[in-house]
């Protein structure tokens, strides 16, 4: 799925959104993954001080931190890199 498109899934607000999904718009937003801690995948991005927080439960991500995620996004007006 491309990443506009994984994007707009988010925004529709679906709580269904494979961890793999989620990690894509992070990456796609700039945000690299700099640690794992379990199931924890910590993200920072080099134009903001807020590290992002991802956990992988059973190959799904929590509703929550997807809105942290596009909250981050909103606040920093952040652009997506790679249009595909």
Do not use: T
Request: proline share 4%; aromatic share 6%.
């Amino acid at each position: 799925m491309n990443k506009r498109k994984l994007l707009r899934k988010l925004l529709s607000g679906s709580k269904n959104v494979r961890f793999s999904d989620a990690v894509a718009v992070a990456e796609a937003f700039g945000f690299r993954l700099d640690q794992v801690n379990g199931s924890h995948h910590i993200f920072v991005h080099p134009g903001i001080p807020e590290l992002l927080n991802l956990q992988d439960l059973k190959g799904k991500v929590k509703p929550y931190q997807l809105q942290q995620l596009l909250k981050l996004v909103e606040i920093h007006n952040l652009q997506l890199e790679d249009a595909s």
